[in-house]
């Protein structure tokens, strides 16, 4: 049996997505009066209006119940991540699927790392890639990347996860799944200032590209392998956010290109920024465009400014 930790979007899909042909899922949500609307209504209002809750989902607010599932795919925001897992009991021994994406501000570990660090032995695995909730939840084809360090213990996961049509790779490249789900979320916060200030798409063409070397130059350092990059945990998970309005860090990005304040909600790109600026500098490697969103998200430096800094920058080998 599979349970899902955290009922937002993202998590109601997945849960949505693995119950429909009839198997038993369990979806859990903190808050009581949420569960019970959900389970009144078959249907998550809050986060994911308009799609049915299938009948063999169930919902519930006892994570005693959630913990019975041998296989746990946690979908919380990351910087929420490591707090959940402070109470470390119901996850002991269990095989935790990371579905969240970012870096988390007070360690700079991504999901998979937090949950090793807090869950020692459970078995920790990342799962990433090109997939807007309502998308998955609508049923539509998806292809995503599952990672684990252990590839028989991956393997499985990936046969119980995958259905007719979410698509499971696996890799073991655990480090490199979950850096390219993380900074993509920077990269479509960059995408989207590029259009929102009116710069034009040959702008934003231009910062997806040095954005994904910027990736490339970061996910090496921390270990990552440069072919994970350039699957569907990178550059397939980049593409998609750099280039729809169904991205939330795509729509902030807009709306700080356009001098607008930045929306609330589930924006993981903004503490992504931060705490991958501060890691970058850290270890002394170039992060022009990471640092330029950090700066501006921060009220540090003005649009007209930053695109001057970047535009005035040596002019070196691609
Ligand atoms: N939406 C998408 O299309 C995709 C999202 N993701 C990733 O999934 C993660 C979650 O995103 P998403 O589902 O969209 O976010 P949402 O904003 O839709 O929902 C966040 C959920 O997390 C819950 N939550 C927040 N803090 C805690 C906490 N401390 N303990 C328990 N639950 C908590 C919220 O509960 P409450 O309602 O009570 O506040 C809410 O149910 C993010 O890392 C995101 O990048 C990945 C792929 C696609
Ligand atoms: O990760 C996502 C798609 O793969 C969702 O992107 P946003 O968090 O920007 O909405």
Known sequence: MISVIGAGAFGTALAVALSRDGDPVTLWARDPDDVALMQDKRENGKRLAGVSLPASLHVTAQIEEAAQAQTMLIAVPMQALGDLLDTPAPFMGRTLVACSKGVDLRTGLGPADVIARKVPDALAAVLTGPSFAIDIASGLPTALTLACGDEPAGTEIQHDIATPNLRLYLSTDVAGAQLGGALKNVMALAAGIAIGAGLGESARASAITRGFAEMKRFADIRGARPET?????????????????????????????????????????????????????????????TAMVDALLNGETTLPRAVEGLLARPLIKE
């Open 229 to 289: 990059l350039n699957g569907l945990s990178g550059l397939g998970d980049l593409i998609l956010t750099c280039t729809s309005e169904k991205s939330r860090n795509y729509r902030a990005g807009l709306a700080l290109g356009r001098g607008e304040p930045v929306p609330g909600g589930t924006v993981e790109g903004v503490a992504t920024a931060h705490a991958v600026t501060r890691l970058a500098a850290e270890a002394g490697i170039e992060m022009p465009l």
